[in-house]
């Protein structure tokens, strides 16, 4: 039988990102699978519809955080969320990433939340910072509070602070790719960009949000010792990085000769998919991360991955042996530095061994096939939840 759940998370579709893309591929299994979903979320201008694919969409004019500050679009949006939550005739509540006002709103209304809560507090990325000591120490006490917690990782921050104040009810439910997307393959994708079908093609993808790593892995990519390539930086275009993207693909082109070339796109989801199946090796350089989805995506591509070692890449790594970790310097805020001589190197070596390269892919898809997929990861959630409603009836 169907359950009535309430999905909250700071955006959703059809803004795109990791988290929203957790949320979004979720809540349409758990619909397809009977339940009824309601994704409570910021709202958005260009959002024209308040059922996607059978998700129903509250929206509140609300941004910012409890450290920040909350925001108002619309006076009283605060209080009408919080109301919205406590009246609201639902099963189950997941909150899904702290330190943003969807959840953050929500932790103070905990008693008064009739039904079930389940946080997934997806990395806690302001753990070292200063500025958020006395919002973790709330925090903590309102994961004590909640009736189970999931976790994308068993290593990562998150579930080491839990484990780190005796925390023990919770559950890991890693992120996934999309069976319906990645089971399809666009062969025109190089024709289309004008990518030769015998130059070797390198993909990153991330927005430009200064923390992805798209300039480390530029100079990784100028280092390197292909002669013809081509790299693909697939993500938002927006902010003061983005104009530093384009100032380094610019350097790259001109000191290669035109024979390595950077492409920075922001295309259709459809041909992001279409450049991972494409794509001779994935390169990620981000500095910060939960449980990154791209890797998962590489995996479903058959695309071999080169990555730093953010969030639980090391771990994905360790379930996948689909590719390379870099040497990684983890910094006093939490984040994580690699090298571009490393990054270099690796792509010099998997695209000089094309058998290694594809007996890793080859690792990873099956992987990914037996436990990565959406519908798998869905079917968790289900669990969680259910188990979650069992345990208050009992």
């Not at 500025?131 to 080491?160: G, P, T």
């Not at 530029?218 to 010792?225: E, K, V, W």
């Not at 275009?237 to 380094?248: Q, T």
Request: proline letters at 4%; hydrophobic letters at 40%; aromatic letters at 10%.
């Amino acid at each position: 039988m169907g359950m009535k759940i309430l999905h909250t998370v700071e955006f959703y579709s059809p803004s795109v990102g990791g988290a929203q893309e957790v949320i979004r591929r979720i809540s349409e299994e758990l619909v397809a699978k009977g339940s009824d979903v309601t994704v409570a979320t910021s709202k958005l201008p260009e959002r024209t519809q308040r059922v996607i694919n059978g998700v129903k969409i509250e929206e509140f004019a609300i941004s910012g955080n409890a450290v920040r500050g909350f925001r108002e679009a619309t006076p009283g949006e605060s209080k009408r969320y919080q109301e919205f939550l406590v009246s609201g005739h639902f099963d189950v509540m997941m909150n899904y990433a702290a330190q943003q006002w969807a959840t953050d709103l929500a932790l103070p209304e905990l008693e008064r939340i009739p039904y079930r809560k389940v946080l997934a507090p997806c990395g806690l990325s302001g753990l070292y910072r200063p500025e958020y000591s006395s919002y973790f120490v709330q925090l903590l006490d309102a994961m004590k509070r909640y009736d189970h917690l999931i976790f994308h990782s068993n290593v990562y921050r998150d579930i080491e602070f839990a484990r780190q104040h005796g925390i023990t009810h919770y559950t890991v439910v890693p992120n996934g790719a999309s069976e319906q997307e990645f089971t399809r393959e666009d062969p025109t994708f190089r024709q289309r960009y004008g990518i030769p079908e015998d130059v070797p093609l390198l993909l990153t993808v991330g927005s430009h949000t200064g923390t992805k790593g798209h300039n480390l892995v530029m100079r990784a990519f100028r280092r390197a010792n292909i002669k013809r390539a081509c790299l693909i930086v697939a993500g938002n275009g927006i902010g003061g990085c983005y104009r530093r993207c384009r100032l380094d693909a610019r350097l790259t082109n001109a000191l290669s000769l035109g024979r390595k070339k950077v492409l920075l796109l922001d295309p259709p989801r459809r041909d992001v998919v279409a450049a991972y199946h494409a794509a001779d090796l994935f390169v990620f350089g981000s500095e910060i991360e939960c449980s990154p989805i791209v890797l998962f995506e590489a995996m479903a591509a058959k695309t071999t991955f080169v990555t730093t070692a953010c969030g639980n890449a090391e771990e994905i790594l360790a379930w996948s042996k689909g590719g390379v970790l870099l040497p990684a310097k983890i910094n006093p805020d939490g984040s994580v530095s690699a090298t571009a001589t490393d990054m270099a190197k690796s792509i010099d070596y998997l695209l000089s061994h094309p058998e290694e390269r594809e007996a890793l892919s080859a690792n990873a898809y099956k992987t990914w096939r037996e436990r990565f997929t959406w519908e798998k990861i869905a079917t968790e959630y289900e669990r969680v939840y259910s188990q979650v409603l069992e345990r208050r009836s009992s």
